[in-house]
């Protein structure tokens, strides 16, 4: 399998990818409305960027996400990532 073959690409609306960890390949999809979490589009804007675009400006968080994930032994395949995903545990006192 080349490289190109791992190349972040379209799931419907969502966008499909991989990582690596401890050298295997884990596939994991980044679900539209993460990415529009992470990146703070409004609803409205959605339309004027890409979901690839979103996903390259993010990428390195996404994917450094997605790895520690998978190095906590989070199952699924693929591993889903959803806007939960990235909010903050809520805080005690």
């Known amino acids: 399998m ?3 073959d791992h190349a972040p ?3 419907g609306e969502d966008i499909a990818f991989f990582v690596n960890v401890d050298a295997l390949d884990r596939e994991c999809l980044i679900r539209k409305e993460a990415l529009q979490q992470l ?3 409004k609803a409205d804007e959605v ?3 890409s979901p690839l675009e979103v996903f390259h400006a993010y990428e390195g968080k996404i994917k450094g996400v997605a790895r520690r994930l998978v ?3 989070v199952s699924g395949t693929p ?3 959803t806007p ?3 909010s903050s545990p ?3 006192s």
Do not use: C, D, K
């Open 39 to 41: 990146s703070g589009i």
């Open 47 to 49: 339309s004027q960027f």
């Open 79 to 81: 591993l889903v990532l």
């Open 90 to 92: 809520p805080r005690t």
């Open 71 to 73: 190095a906590a032994g």
């Open 84 to 86: 939960e995903t990235f």
């Open 9 to 11: 690409h379209l799931s």
């Open 2 to 4: 080349n490289h190109h």
